[in-house]
């Protein structure tokens, strides 16, 4: 990059360290560093939480994602619109969650259920979160050096290192000083800034690309160049790229309901804004929130496909070929080491630089030509002799294989080096070969933008996804290293509270330590094969079962402890097991299945299982792969954990839980402006349905109307339902489908961005003030640490014991020692202050 990119990426770091070093004086408690105080504005919390959602690592597998499938998609989505709107508008889980004044899911947890189960789940929830995190520095690390054009390795007092690593270590070291020093105040005010100064960056990048490529010649030809049934642009036309059917609209509907709150990596922003209300809002305003940056993202994912297949850019020192052949010697140069591997690396790095296939390459090819043909011919086999019995109409071979290579033959093959250079890897060792494929894939489109953006441009754009990885960096870091804290080692404990100085150093440690765990994680095995895999396996450990356990928890007042521990328990089980199973299906279980005759038997009775569910769902014994796919086991889970939550409940509810005491509502209220909730008639029904209450402004009532009117009236019942009603009746042509396209996505985008990029900006600005002053003026409560005593926190004790005429006699005793340990603490500080002056 040219020093001018470097500049604009350095003043953006610059006036966030600004907001750093400000913020981080205002941690005086425990409170103030996993919840930022719980005083921030709506504003405040939109921006920076929308910063915060969006990694690099997100961003990257967005990118694939679109290279690989398209846009399309995304008009089908659309169908769970309304239960999303109403989720948005309500406050649906989020409003509940901050009216217990809970820090961490584990906190709630153990104010609904019990202590025990606060341990378990925390345990469960650190797991998954925290080794899911490890992928997250190797990608975005690997991102800034392909994408930077740095050296794959750097030397450093002659010893010689991977820069991917000391790149990480660089932005992992920031990550753990701005998340350590200042915890979530920090964390959320560094956010805000970041998210601040992108929206003017957006719209620069936006502008330049709509001036210098025009949408209907340069970019939707090349997207409108597919086959049939692989379609871009048209949703009616996708048929050949994956399974699309109601079954899946349905669970996914069901899944998105039960986990609402089920993902913690964003944990301090659940519960930083002042009360639920402010909560509640700022939810609602992200409606708005991401006008340009969707657009940017999206713009510049089009621009780099029609860059690498368009006619028009393949040629020159700077076109679509240049592209590839620098990615793949990048990628062969990264991933192709080992002396075993030296003769296949020098034949491929040959074959790039000239063009030619040597003897020894091409028998490297023909190695694995051999290999494909020989699996092709087994896969078919098997496919023929497990459906002919059960399906005739399916035991024509090959059929569906002949007629996708027929379809894609008919496109130009842009990646016939790629393909030939993994080939021949894959020869000598299909790890490897594996391995260079996905850094491939996943570096594809950020190079590409290297070569189309222009000197500024790029700095601006690069300057934003240094933000990404900043902010998701701390966000995760804070996140899961509080856990650990509050929901393992505090419960473990056993009463025995830390003082606030204890905690918050204690805090610091666990975010440096799974900063150190995600980095060796990251530099030895970063380069995971099958990353959607990975991210499925480490998050099932936690998401199987939570759902039922966090929504049971907060609506239903009968539910019980043993209803959320058989949930959890049977949920993650079964989702790890779905995950094992089908992981090894075709290796090790399918041929253990034939070897003692039990394949037919089995299939005779998972056939017998789904022929109620058919043809949404078909279950069919395949040596092929697992006959339940990814989707069916997740319906299984749900369906199993929900009902183990709800019966068992039912069978060992006793008395029904004091949901008024959890949520500070009535006599409990702490809080905001009280909550009325008014007999439901026809006047107030559709107020109430999209979340309005007497908490409500004429301000907050404009905003509601506004989101509901143009989310539900224009994304949904135009821009879904008669789009695909007109569709249906008379169908679009591909180029009626790229005009609607450019005025949904760029049109109307475009509008909604201007007037939401001044409208966050200004009010960002202001609400970032507002923060700082509330957080002057905040007073420090030693008891609020994220303790609960018989389902109580220990900051509501008093309150407790003076509304229910109570005697907490366990929390006192807490209280004591908490007591004791501070003045021992503070006749410490008194002694190293009196050494320090003698010395002096």
């Known amino acids: 990059m040219h020093w001018i990119d470097w500049a604009i990426v350095v003043a953006g770091l610059v006036a966030l360290f600004y907001g750093f070093i400000k913020s981080q004086r205002y941690v005086k408690g425990v409170a103030d560093f996993l919840t930022g105080g719980r005083v921030a504005g709506r504003y405040v919390l939109c921006v920076s939480s929308g910063e915060a959602a969006m990694g690099l690592i997100s961003l990257v597998a967005v990118y694939e994602s679109y290279y690989q499938s398209g846009f399309a998609y995304g008009f089908w989505g659309s169908i769970a619109a309304p239960i999303s709107i109403l989720m948005g508008l309500t406050g649906y889980c989020i409003y509940r969650f ?270 694995t030509a051999e290999i494909k043909v020989k699996t092709e011919f087994d896969r078919v086999n098997s496919q023929y002799h497990n459906s002919k019995e059960s399906n005739p109409a399916a035991a024509a071979p090959g059929k569906e294989k002949a007629d996708e290579s027929a379809a894609s033959a008919k496109q130009p093959n842009r990646e016939t080096r790629m393909e030939t250079v993994r080939d021949a890897i894959q020869s000598v060792d299909p790890s490897v070969s594996q391995r260079f494929q996905t850094i491939y894939g996943q570096m594809r489109v950020p190079l590409t933008l290297r070569y189309i953006l222009p000197i500024g441009i790029l700095g601006l754009f690069f300057a934003t996804c240094i933000f ?90 009968r539910g019980t402890t043993a209803g959320a521990w058989t949930a959890l328990i049977a949920g993650s089980g079964l989702a790890l097991t779905g995950i094992f199973l089908q992981k090894c299906w075709v290796g090790g279980i399918y041929p253990w299945l034939y070897d003692h005759g039990l394949v037919e038997g089995v299939g005779v009775w998972l056939e017998r299982l789904s022929y109620p569910l058919e043809p949404l769902v078909k279950w069919r014994m395949s040596g092929e792969k697992f006959p339940i796919n990814s989707m069916e086991i997740y319906a299984i889970t749900i369906l199993v954990s929900v009902s183990l939550y709800v019966i068992v409940s039912l069978l060992t509810c006793r008395e029904a839980f004091n949901m008024d005491r959890l949520l500070h509502r009535g006599k409990y209220h702490r809080e905001g402006k009280v909550l009325e909730v008014p007999p439901l008639t026809i006047r107030n029904l559709f107020s109430r349905l999209i979340g309005i209450d007497n908490q409500y402004t004429r301000g907050d009532k404009i905003l509601a109307w506004s989101v509901f009117i143009y989310s539900f009236g224009y994304g949904f019942l135009f ?109 410490q500080e008194d002694i190293d202050n009196l050494k320090k002056h003698s010395k002096e």
């Open 98 to 367: 901050r009216e217990s004044r809970a820090m961490t899911m584990g906190q709630f947890l153990e104010m609904r259920y019990s202590r025990k189960f606060r341990l378990f789940a925390g345990v469960l929830q650190s797991i998954s979160g925290i080794v899911n995190y490890g992928l997250f520095p190797a990608v975005s690390a690997r991102f800034i050096v392909y994408f930077c054009d740095l050296p794959l390795n750097v030397e450093v007092f002659g010893m010689v290192f991977p820069t991917f690593a000391l790149v990480m270590a660089v932005f992992l070291s920031v990550a753990v000083f701005i998340a350590t020093r200042g915890g979530q105040i920090s964390i959320m005010v560094t956010d805000c800034i970041q998210g601040l100064l992108s929206y003017p960056m957006y719209i620069v990048v936006v502008v330049f690309i709509l001036l210098h490529f025009s949408w209907f010649k340069d970019m939707a030809p090349s997207l409108l160049d597919r086959p049939q049934g692989r379609s871009f642009l048209n949703p009616f036309d996708i048929g050949q790229l994956r399974d699309f059917n109601l079954f899946y609209v349905l669970v996914g509907i069901v899944g998105g309901v039960l986990g609402r709150m089920g993902w913690s990596g964003a944990q301090g922003y659940n519960t930083a804004a002042k009360n639920a209300h402010e909560q509640k809002l700022a939810g609602v305003l992200g409606s708005w929130r991401s006008g340009f940056s969707s657009m940017m993202y999206l713009l510049l994912a089009v621009v780099a496909y029609a860059y690498l297949n368009s006619d028009r850019y393949q040629g020159g020192a700077h076109g679509a070929v240049a592209v590839r052949t620098e990615l793949a010697v990048k990628a062969v140069n990264d991933v192709v080491a080992g002396d075993h591997l030296a003769p296949v690396r020098k034949e491929v790095l040959d074959y790039l630089h000239t063009g030619n296939i040597t003897p020894g390459l091409q028998a490297m090819l023909d190695k």
């Open 468 to 557: 990404h990885l900043i902010s998701c960096d701390t966000t995760y870091l804070h996140s899961w290293g509080s856990i650990v804290v509050q929901d393992i080692i505090l419960p473990l404990r056993g009463g025995r509270p830390f003082t606030p100085k204890q905690q918050i150093n204690l805090l610091r440690l666990l975010i440096a330590l799974v900063a150190t765990f995600a980095f060796l994680f990251s530099y030895f095995f970063g380069q995971v094969d099958y990353v959607l895999m990975f991210f499925t396996i480490t998050g099932a450990i936690w998401l199987g079962g939570s759902g039922p356990c966090i929504v049971g928890g907060l609506y239903w007042k």
């Open 719 to 827: 821009s879904f339902v008669t789009i695909a009603v007109w569709n249906l009746i008379s169908p679009w042509s591909n180029e009626g489908w790229s005009l609607w396209f450019f005025i949904n996505h760029f049109i109307v985008a475009g509008l909604i961005g201007v007037v939401s990029s001044i409208w966050f900006t200004i009010g960002g600005a202001v609400d970032l003030r507002r923060l700082f002053r509330d957080l002057k003026q905040k007073e420090v409560n030693v008891l609020d640490d994220g303790r609960v005593i018989g389902h109580v926190s220990a900051t509501d004790v008093a309150m407790v014991e003076k509304v229910d005429h109570v005697d907490l006699k366990e929390a006192h005793v807490e209280e004591n020692i908490l007591q004791k340990e501070l003045e021992e603490e503070r006749d």
